[in-house]
């Protein structure tokens, strides 16, 4: 849990330290995004979140005790009514809803002002790789924030009973069922060994639109998953079997002559980003088994490749 942000004045009263208070963002924002699964979402939780402080009397603010614990309570209430709200939204979203894809902002050229962008501000570990996104996305509100709060954030059942409105045995027992989703979908707890080299064969193949190299890097099983939102063309079901996803890639290429595929951090994992003209028009997730491509998530909705085309517009990609 947080720490204290506040400091002592005259008279043993504790006022709330502006800059401590403000410093918290990035741990929202962190926290937010792995509940959300989108970063425009997760920025507006948090906004929401320094809303309601703000608008608190001063003589309120000051009884806080843990102004980064009452911040942290907050966002997590706020996230678990946004998840609820989510679920009906996304039974209406046209095709696959997809996590947000987020860059890695070593790999963008920018002045200093870009550490404000909240994407700099959620640190890439295991916690957001595309798999694991995609999991937490099968739990309920209450399994998903009593689960992240618990296993990545170490929050004790105790304070996070306060935020679900339930037990800590109850909560206990929400983080136990989410754990073992994570286990049934068998998510790799860390990259897998030669992912970047596999990419990079993968674009190479798809550059030259050779589509034996292409069926021969998927895994017979493996699946494609796209995410247009209805904004642009993308396969609305799943594209199941190597060969099949093969052929669809080809359909791709020949369709958009021009395409500039590059290979990048997606989620802090070896991914490609497709590029035409100028603009970035796919990010592409995947999920790597015994050397093989198993998944792959594209991600196309224009709305959340907002991060990767309002960054690029202030300079190319930097070499991988």
Not at 236 to 243: A, D, H, R, S, V
Request: neutral net charge; hydrophobic residues 45%.
């Amino acid at each position: 849990m947080s720490t204290s942000t506040s400091a002592t004045v005259g008279g043993g009263r504790s006022e709330p330290d502006p800059s401590a208070i403000v410093g918290e963002r990035r741990h929202l924002t962190n926290l937010a995004y792995r509940l959300l699964g989108s970063l425009a979402e997760a920025e507006d939780a948090v906004q929401e979140t320094y809303a309601r402080w703000y608008a608190m009397p001063r003589q309120r603010q000051e009884a806080v005790e843990s102004p980064g614990a009452w911040l942290t309570t907050v966002a997590g209430r706020i996230c678990l009514d946004l998840l609820g709200s989510a679920r009906v939204r996304r039974e209406r979203y046209v095709g696959a809803w997809v996590p947000e894809p987020l860059p890695d902002r070593t790999e963008w050229t920018g002045g200093p002002d870009d550490l404000a962008d909240p994407a700099d501000r959620v640190a890439l570990d295991e916690s957001v790789n595309m798999a694991f996104l995609v999991v937490l996305e099968s739990m309920t509100p209450a399994e998903r924030v009593a689960f992240v709060l618990h296993d990545v954030f170490r929050y004790p059942f105790g304070e996070i009973a306060a935020i679900v409105g339930r037990t800590p045995a109850a909560c206990r027992q929400l983080a136990t069922s989410a754990r073992r989703r994570v286990r049934a979908a068998q998510v790799p707890t860390a990259a897998a060994p030669g992912q970047a080299a596999l990419v990079r064969d993968f674009k190479e193949a798809w550059e030259a639109r050779d589509i034996r190299a292409l069926v021969d890097l998927l895994a017979p099983g493996a699946a494609m998953i796209a995410d247009g939102g209805g904004l642009v063309g993308a396969a609305l079901k799943p594209i199941e079997g190597n060969e099949r996803i093969a052929e669809y890639l080809i359909h791709i290429a020949d369709k958009a002559p021009g395409l500039t595929l590059l290979e990048r951090s997606v989620n802090g994992r070896p991914g490609l980003v497709a590029r035409h003209t100028g603009v970035t028009v796919t990010v592409a997730a995947f999920e790597l088994t015994e050397g093989r491509v198993t998944r792959i998530w594209a991600v196309r909705n224009p709305e959340k490749l907002r991060p990767w085309n309002e960054r690029a517009g202030q300079g190319d990609f930097a070499s991988p």
